[in-house]
């Protein structure tokens, strides 16, 4: 196992634009238990020792400034030999990715690219109101959205960007698509206003679990590559 894996599942170009954004540490040459998550923590991993996983998917690392979280991490896996392959943006922008799978759990047909290539527009195969579109989220991700904006009307076309959404611009973006609905994973007053004020529904789930779908992708290609038959969900907050 090496970096080389990384490059039959993304897309080479965007690997060597983002150095920084992925990489594979390797305590356990071969693995043979995969677990996954959408952020490396200390909790994940502790859980990842109890069910004797050797290998940690995540679409996060633990960045630098979560300060002595880091160490603690990297201290956990090392003592207990487990390897770890994370990849964040590349896997934002891959078409199995982050906002690409989550429209894909509302069978939408991807018809559009914003947020710099993290986000996607998605269209419904029917038109759907707010709340039939929170249900089958709700049952997909197993959460109910912490924030919503209901403008009381159809949904035929969706904006998805997962995870840290909450800029206006991208709201804004997606309006250009004549969407009805946008989806993400953070907010703020201001977007939620701006969605209010822009008569749009918007639906706000966490980060976390917005981008869990695009991970269990991710965690599944690994898997074939390695020929590992099973991933293993490993629980996370609802941060």
């Known amino acids: 196992m090496d970096k080389k894996l990384l490059y039959s599942i993304f897309d080479p170009e965007i690997l060597d634009a983002h150095p920084d954004e992925w990489d594979i540490v390797i305590h356990c040459p071969n693995p043979d238990a995969i677990g996954f998550a959408t952020t490396l923590t200390p909790a994940v991993i502790k859980q990842a020792i109890a069910q004797n996983i050797n290998l940690l998917v995540t679409h996060h690392n633990v960045w630098d400034f979560m300060l002595e979280e880091k160490s603690i991490c990297l201290e956990l896996l090392s003592q207990h030999r ?3 392959i994370w990849c964040h943006t590349p896997l934002d922008a891959a ?42 989220l709700d049952e997909k991700l197993f959460e109910s959205p912490c924030r919503k904006n209901d403008a009381s009307k159809l949904i035929t076309r969706v904006a998805c960007v997962t995870g840290a959404g ?30 209010c004020f822009r008569n749009i529904n918007a639906l706000v789930y ?7 779908l695009g991970t269990l ?22 941060f």
């Open 217 to 238: 992708n991710f965690a599944e290609k690994v898997a074939s590559q390695l020929e590992i038959n099973k991933v293993t969900r490993i629980d996370e907050p609802h």
């Open 166 to 195: 909450s800029r206006i611009s991208y709201l804004a973006e997606a309006l250009a698509f004549d969407v009805e609905l946008y989806i993400t994973g953070e907010t703020s007053m201001y977007l939620l206003e701006y969605a």
């Open 206 to 212: 966490s980060h976390n679990y917005t981008e869990i």
């Open 82 to 84: 487990i390897s770890h």
């Open 95 to 136: 078409d199995f990715g982050t906002s690409a799978a989550l429209l894909a759990a509302l069978d939408c047909k991807l018809i559009g690219t914003i947020a710099d290539g993290d986000g996607r527009i998605g269209e419904l195969p029917k038109p759907l109101q707010l709340s039939e579109v929170t249900n089958i």
